[in-house]
């Protein structure tokens, strides 16, 4: 069993829609990471969290740890949105562990 | 933060030969990770590098087949040996400041 799982895998939107993904894990964490990967390979870290709530433009992040779930939310979507968002946790050398991700598109 | 460049950015490599990947940061760091991520899964740690030590394999990979250098606080590289088309992935170093996790833009590697 995977120690992070995502859902959806597979998600299209219209643009404007209100967008969340889902991540739950299974193990103990101190912090929940939210990436996002472009088509060319590269990852952007968006968030780190340990409880609560957090915001970055139309981006929030949220995370429960007594039920070990977080949620990225995209509120007005747009077109740029289109990625690959990924949850991860930390590993017991400062690595991360990561969820199969969520292939995002956007349309206009 | 930290900014991570990483080179080759791509390569197209024939079966039985090697590739050196190269990680440079731009300030010191004591551990550096590499992933790899094959085509349409998530990323996966090859090993942690530490500064003056061996690296550290996960499950499944060997120092044989992807030795890792790490010469000084800033940089490292990771060869990737003997090659088959199952090594065609993305290779992405990382660096943890922070509690925060910064990558290099990864090297796209085709193996024919």
């Given at each position: 069993?995977?120690?992070?799982?995502?859902?959806?895998?597979?998600?299209?939107?219209?643009?404007?829609?209100?967008?969340?993904?889902?991540?739950?894990?299974?193990?103990?964490?101190?912090?929940?990471?939210?990436?996002?990967?472009?088509?060319?390979?590269?990852?952007?870290?968006?968030?780190?969290?340990?409880?609560?709530?957090?915001?970055?433009?139309?981006?929030i992040a949220?995370?429960?740890i007594q039920?070990?779930?977080?949620?990225?939310?995209?509120?007005?979507?747009?077109?740029?949105?289109?990625?690959?968002?990924?949850?991860?946790?930390?590993?017991?050398?400062?690595?991360?562990?990561?969820?199969?991700?969520?292939?995002?598109?956007?349309?206009? | 933060?930290?900014?991570?460049?990483?080179?080759?950015?791509?390569?197209?490599?024939?079966?039985?030969?090697?590739?050196?990947?190269?990680?440079?940061?731009?300030?010191?760091?004591?551990?550096?990770?590499?992933?790899?991520?094959?085509?349409?899964?998530?990323?996966?740690?090859?090993?942690?590098?530490?500064?003056?030590?061996?690296?550290?394999?996960?499950?499944?990979?060997?120092?044989?087949?992807?030795?890792?250098?790490?010469?000084?606080?800033?940089?490292?590289?990771?060869?990737?040996s003997n090659?088959?088309?199952?090594?065609?992935?993305?290779?992405?170093?990382?660096?943890?400041?922070?509690?925060?996790?910064?990558?290099?833009?990864?090297?796209?590697?085709?193996?024919?």
């Amino acid at each position: 069993k995977n120690e992070v799982e995502q859902s959806p895998q597979n998600l299209t939107a219209q643009e404007g829609e209100f967008i969340t993904i889902n991540c739950s894990y299974s193990v103990g964490i101190s912090a929940l990471h939210w990436l996002q990967q472009h088509p060319g390979g590269g990852i952007v870290s968006l968030f780190m969290l340990s409880s609560g709530k957090k915001k970055h433009g139309r981006l929030i992040a949220t995370i429960n740890i007594q039920e070990k779930h977080s949620s990225l939310h995209i509120t007005a979507s747009h077109p740029r949105d289109s990625a690959v968002y990924i949850c991860a946790i930390g590993g017991s050398q400062g690595n991360l562990i990561f969820g199969k991700g969520t292939k995002l598109s956007v349309k206009p | 933060s930290a900014v991570i460049s990483q080179k080759p950015s791509r390569d197209i490599c024939q079966r039985g030969t090697s590739l050196t990947i190269q990680c440079q940061v731009d300030s010191q760091v004591t551990m550096m990770f590499w992933y790899r991520q094959q085509p349409g899964q998530s990323l996966t740690l090859i090993a942690t590098a530490n500064q003056g030590s061996e690296a550290t394999y996960e499950s499944g990979f060997v120092i044989d087949k992807f030795p890792i250098s790490r010469p000084n606080l800033t940089f490292s590289t990771l060869t990737v040996s003997n090659m088959s088309p199952e090594d065609s992935s993305i290779y992405l170093c990382s660096v943890e400041r922070g509690g925060a996790q910064y990558f290099g833009p990864g090297t796209r590697l085709l193996v024919l």
